[in-house]
């Protein structure tokens, strides 16, 4: 097992486990996030399989640190995090989410981005950005081809959590299982895909991205530049990152 500070890479023949571990939620900082960068550029070479998952008992990932939204830091933050996105977008590799407990704001990007999504029961799924003046812009590209628009809206605009059951009902999880039985179905999924053909599978999802007709990194720079040149200059953003950091109720100016 190879560690660093944040994160925990473990292979298996053409398996590689990334365990999220920063407690108590594993969010994500940009420190974090290079690390995960920097493994995935020794991963996608060599592996078939990537499983993310999240340490500790209460979740997958609440999401990115709040600290680094803001205007000082959040350039920086967008280019370590939606570098994550490129590789794994490029990427010939197939990833798997497997998803416990809280799985919000970053961390759902992550985890509903991944190929195959294996949540328990009690999973919770959500995009709180809203409420603190922002916007996902991973989120914003990828729920409509997953969930629909009407469904992208509903979660984006409201900034609500759902449960694992809804999230699969809506696109977002492929597999739900048992609290309990978390790495026994990741595990059941591996046994799965793992006898079939490495190169047709490689083949097969990349056609399927071809034809979803998707231009993820084009459209995703779009939802960046977006986020940077308007929406981070308005007042509004700014006062919702404030006042989580300061633990009160934003005071909303924008109209």
């Given at each position: 097992?190879?560690?660093?500070?944040?994160?925990?890479?473990?292979?298996?023949?053409?398996?590689a486990w990334v365990t999220?571990?920063?407690?108590?939620?594993?969010?994500?900082?940009?420190?974090?996030?290079?690390?995960?960068?920097?493994?995935?550029?020794?991963?996608?070479?060599?592996?078939?399989?990537?499983?993310?998952?999240?340490?500790?008992?209460k979740g997958f990932s609440?999401?990115?640190?709040?600290?680094?939204?803001?205007?000082?830091?959040?350039?920086?933050?967008?280019?370590?995090?939606?570098?994550?996105?490129?590789?794994?977008?490029?990427?010939?590799?197939?990833?798997?989410?497997?998803?416990?407990?809280?799985?919000?704001?970053?961390?759902?990007?992550?985890?509903?981005?991944?190929?195959?999504?294996?949540?328990?029961?009690?999973?919770?799924?959500?995009?709180?950005?809203?409420?603190?003046?922002?916007?996902?812009?991973?989120?914003?590209?990828?729920?409509?081809?997953?969930?629909?628009?009407?469904?992208?809206?509903?979660?984006?605009?409201?900034?609500?959590?759902?449960?694992?059951?809804?999230?699969?009902?809506?696109?977002?999880?492929?597999?739900?299982?048992?609290?309990?039985?978390?790495?026994?179905?990741?595990?059941?999924?591996?046994?799965?895909?793992?006898?079939?053909?490495?190169?047709?599978?490689?083949?097969?999802?990349?056609?399927?991205?071809?034809?979803?007709?998707?231009?993820?990194?084009?459209?995703?720079?779009?939802?960046?530049?977006?986020?940077?040149?308007?929406?981070?200059?308005?007042?509004?953003?700014?006062?919702?990152?404030?006042?989580?950091?300061?633990?009160?109720?934003?005071?909303?100016?924008?109209?």
């Open positions: 097992m190879t560690e660093t500070s944040t994160i925990h890479v473990r292979t298996e023949g053409r398996t999220l571990d920063r407690p108590p939620l594993n969010v994500m900082d940009i420190a974090m996030m290079r690390e995960i960068g920097a493994a995935l550029d020794d991963l996608l070479p060599r592996c078939e399989f990537i499983v993310f998952q999240g340490a500790g008992p609440a999401g990115a640190e709040v600290k680094d939204h803001t205007p000082d830091r959040v350039r920086e933050m967008l280019s370590a995090f939606h570098g994550i996105f490129g590789k794994l977008w490029r990427a010939d590799c197939i990833t798997i989410a497997a998803v416990h407990g809280v799985c919000l704001g970053g961390g759902c990007e992550l985890a509903t981005f991944c190929d195959f999504v294996v949540a328990t029961e009690s999973a919770k799924f959500g995009q709180p950005e809203i409420k603190l003046g922002c916007f996902p812009p991973v989120a914003l590209v990828t729920f409509p081809a997953l969930a629909g628009p009407r469904a992208a809206l509903d979660l984006i605009l409201t900034g609500r959590t759902i449960l694992a059951p809804e999230a699969k009902q809506l696109g977002l999880v492929s597999r739900v299982c048992p609290d309990d039985a978390l790495a026994a179905s990741v595990d059941a999924l591996l046994k799965e895909i793992g006898g079939l053909s490495p190169a047709v599978l490689r083949m097969t999802r990349r056609a399927l991205l071809q034809r979803s007709g998707m231009d993820f990194e084009k459209s995703l720079h779009a939802a960046e530049q977006f986020y940077l040149n308007d929406l981070m200059k308005t007042e509004d953003a700014c006062e919702g990152i404030q006042a989580f950091l300061e633990k009160r109720f934003p005071v909303w100016h924008g109209r």
